[in-house]
Each structure stands twice: as structure tokens, then as C-alpha cells.
């Protein structure tokens, strides 16, 4: 049979699979889109153009930019992370969404911009209507209380890219500020101090390290209360992300003039505080400066890391610092109250540009 070739036919049969065979189903996505459609357009303003289902969101800049002489748009994007993780086994997402807002919302508004917009967007291996519902309810809730529109927001099923039970929550706003008015802490000097704003628990940071104390390492559950402390597991460690973008956009309208300010989110003190004042100076710490709250203080009891870690890895407390003059602090405790406020540091000469934590 030398040089002669047969020809093999192969028959392909075309199997019927569909996009929900292969662990996609459009319908539950729209289902829980359709479910909350009065809630996001209760964000609504005259400014949104666009409807629930349009292929891009549309808002109207006429009337916002008109109050402006030089306008900038200021926008931040941001996920929660694994604190997901903890609302998934808590079987609570009530206020996931809210994290999400004022984690994007606070990084605008430490610019001094006023937040005017957001869009989210929520993936996982499969997308469960009531879930998905809970978690845009949260995000919308808390646009409407800050007064920001929910102008669009995506959805993605996509099985094998993330594990089973597993979502994702990743979010963008959108502000505006005058040129002039930027808040970048250029004008920050020696001597100027450093005011904290409490924060309320871990916020979106440092999750996966207190996921694997508590759970992995001390085999608590969400329901156990924290050693020492009065409070469940879950309950801390759901604590919402504090908004700080309206308390610092009323400072503003009501005439005060932060120097720098510093949303204190992934890397903690250490990281954040240095990126808000000019290089040639350092800040001067004083971790006993505010009372720790429940679960920072069951972090130090039980995780065996040098302060500087730890002050890296956790907000410990203060969500929030204000650099300032020493002749506007009476001005700024006025405005928010005593126990709402604390002197944590100072600024001094140095060239390191970095923070230096001590307890006195």
C-alpha cells in the first residue's frame, strides 16, 4: 500500500449546550437587577441621564461644572477584598456595600472633592438573586444617604474564575473640586499636628491576616465572642467602613482649611500619613493617643507581630488624620466635638518622610 493515502471522513456531531449549561444564567443576573431598580433609582438626580440596562452611564455636568472656574474630576476605585469572605460566612451583606462607598468615597473626598457619582460592579461563580439584590441595596442605600448617584453598575457569572459561594465587589466614584482648592498637603511644616478620626473596626484592610487568627489559628467562630471583649466575631469584623466624605465636605463648606488629610485604608498609619506631606519632614506617632477599640485590641493581645507591622497591616483606630496648624485645632474640635477628635502626632524636620510610632 505504498504511497496511496486513504481518506478518513470524520463526523462531528454539534451538541446542544447552552450559556446556563456551562454555568452561566443571564436570567438570575437580571432578576436581582430588576429586583432593585427602585433603590438605585432613588440615587437618581436631574444630573443622571441614563436608565437601569443602558451600555453607559450618563450624567450631566452643566449645572455642577458651572459653579466651578477651573474644575477637576477626582475618582477612586476600590474593592472590600476578603472581607467578603466574612459576610459570606456571617450570611450578612448588609452593609458590604456601604464599605465599598465610603472606602471609594473618602479617598475623593480627602482631595476636598465632593463625591457626585458611583458605579459597581459584582462577580462570582455564580450569581444568586438574592445575594446579589442584598449586596446592590447596600451599595444604593449608601449613595443615597451621601447623596450620590448610582449611574450604572455591571454584573459577571463566571464559574471556574472564581471559587464556588465566592463573590467580588469592586466599585468607582467620581467628584469634583476647584483647582485651587486641592487639598495635597504641600503646605504641611514642621510643627504642624496630626488630628486622628476614629475609625469604628478593620474597615477593608487587613482581613485576610485577622481571618486566619481568629478562624484559622484560634478556631473561632462568627458567633463566638472575642476573648476579653463583648462583642461576636462577626459583629466586629462586619463593623461598616466609616464615612468620612461628608464630615470632611461640611469642614470645607463651614470654612475650614485642612493642610493634608489621609484616608488610612491598606498599610495603615505607616503607609498612608507619608503619602499627604512634602518631602524634607516625618510624623511623630503616639499610639496611646486614642482609646483602641474592641477588636484592635484583641489583634494586639493575640498576634505576635512588631508594632510597626502591625500599625502597617490594620487602621488600629483612626480611620482618618488631619494635618493642621496649631492655631486651627480649637477651631476643628469645635466644629466636631471632643471625643470625636484626638491629637495623635506632629510633624517634624526630617528627610525620611516616613512615621515614627512611640507611646508617649
Known amino acids: 500500500y505504498l504511497g496511496k493515502f486513504i481518506e478518513k471522513k470524520t463526523i462531528i456531531m454539534k451538541q446542544k449546550i447552552s450559556y446556563k449549561d456551562a454555568g452561566v444564567d443571564i436570567e438570575k443576573a437580571d432578576q ?14 436631574k444630573n443622571v441621564l441614563s436608565s437601569i440596562g443602558g451600555f453607559g452611564a450618563m450624567y450631566s455636568i452643566k449645572d455642577v461644572v458651572n459653579r466651578y472656574d477651573d474644575p477637576v474630576l477626582v475618582q477612586s476605585i476600590d474593592g472590600v477584598g476578603t472581607k467578603m469572605a466574612v459576610a459570606q460566612k456571617c450570611n450578612n451583606f448588609d452593609f458590604i456595600g456601604c464599605d465599598l462607598v465610603n472606602a471609594c468615597c473618602n479617598d475623593v473626598a480627602v482631595t476636598g472633592a465632593q463625591p457626585l457619582t458611583f458605579l459597581d460592579y459584582i462577580a462570582s461563580s455564580s450569581l444568586e438573586p438574592q445575594t446579589v439584590s442584598e449586596i446592590i441595596k447596600s451599595v444604593a442605600m449608601e449613595c443615597k444617604n451621601l447623596g450620590v448617584s448610582l449611574v450604572g453598575g455591571e454584573t459577571a457569572e463566571m464559574p471556574g474564575t472564581y471559587h464556588k459561594n465566592e463573590y467580588d465587589l469592586v466599585g468607582i466614584a467620581t467628584g469634583i473640586i476647584e483647582r485651587r482648592n486641592i487639598v495635597d498637603g504641600s503646605s504641611v511644616k514642621g510643627g504642624d499636628l496630626i488630628i486622628g478620626i476614629p475609625s469604628n473596626g478593620l474597615h477593608t484592610n487587613g ?60 498599610g495603615g498609619l505607616l503607609d498612608n500619613v507619608p503619602r499627604v506631606f512634602p518631602a524634607g519632614f516625618a510624623a511623630e506617632i503616639n499610639v496611646n493617643s486614642w482609646p483602641k477599640i474592641p477588636i484592635f485590641q484583641f489583634l494586639i493581645e493575640n498576634l505576635d507581630l512588631e508594632i510597626n507591622e502591625l500599625y502597617r497591616t490594620f487602621n488600629m483606630g483612626i480611620g482618618l488624620t488631619i494635618i493642621l496648624d496649631p492655631s486651627q485645632k480649637d477651631q476643628l474640635v469645635n466644629m466636631l466635638g471632643q471625643n470625636r477628635c484626638f491629637e495623635i502626632g506632629v510633624i517634624t524636620p526630617n528627610s525620611s518622610k516616613r512615621v515614627y510610632l512611640n507611646d508617649k
Open 207 to 266: 482581613y485576610s491576616l485577622a481571618r486566619k487568627l481568629i478562624f484559622d489559628v484560634l478556631n473561632l467562630n462568627v458567633n463566638d465572642v472575642l476573648s476579653g471583649q463583648k462583642i461576636s466575631v462577626g459583629s466586629a469584623l462586619l463593623a461598616p467602613h466609616k464615612n468620612y466624605s461628608q464630615m470632611i465636605n461640611v469642614l470645607i463648606e463651614k470654612g475650614f482649611q485642612p493642610k493634608s488629610l489621609a484616608h488610612i485604608t491598606g
Open 32 to 45: 436581582a437587577i430588576s429586583s432593585s431598580k427602585t433603590i438605585i433609582q432613588s440615587t437618581f438626580n
